[in-house]
């Protein structure tokens, strides 16, 4: 039966690895943190370079850290920088934009630091909240996650052959 759902097999593959990460809990936490702050920030469709290039600079986790950028995938990432870009707005007293009534890139290009300013200061603000928040969470969870027995999937019965 479980064998028909792939994405709950992969999506318990890649927990398993992850409770099986070798390194201590800090380390992997630090990573966590890495990855979580890095994709909060609005480098969409580079996050996972600079994750792992910062984890090798900083001798941290690198494969806990492409994981923590995964917060912001395809169907997070609209809501995580709506909220960033109205929080940076909002803490920078700027006004509301007003979207250009045609959709091309000339429309948009104009928009520019108006869009990109209040973008980052919000990111930077979420990014760091959720990277100490994940750090806290991921340095008491690893010691607890590490000492789970994670069972096999069931094997389906073989027919003998008389």
């Not at 001798?59 to 995938?73: C, D, F, K, P, S």
């Not at 969470?137 to 010691?143: D, E, V």
Request: proline content about 7%.
């Amino acid at each position: 039966m479980w064998r028909q759902w792939g994405f709950i097999r992969q999506t318990k593959l890649v927990f398993v690895r992850f409770c099986r990460l070798k390194g201590a809990p800090d380390e992997i936490a630090k990573g966590m943190a890495l990855g979580i702050f890095i994709g909060m920030t609005p480098t969409f469709g580079f996050q996972m370079a600079i994750a792992i290039f910062f984890a090798f600079l900083l001798r941290e986790n690198r494969l806990a850290a492409a994981v923590g950028v995964w917060i912001t995938n395809p169907f997070t990432a609209p809501f995580i920088y709506a909220l960033e870009y109205e929080s940076g707005r909002v803490l920078l007293g700027m006004p509301r934009l007003n979207l250009p009534e045609e959709l091309t890139f000339t429309a948009f290009k104009t928009l520019g630091w108006e869009v990109v300013t209040p973008l980052c200061l919000g990111s930077l603000v979420y990014g760091v909240i959720c990277a100490v928040l994940a750090y806290a969470l991921t340095l008491r969870m690893i010691p607890v996650v590490k000492t789970w027995r994670i069972p096999r999937w069931p094997r389906p019965k073989r027919r003998r052959e008389e």
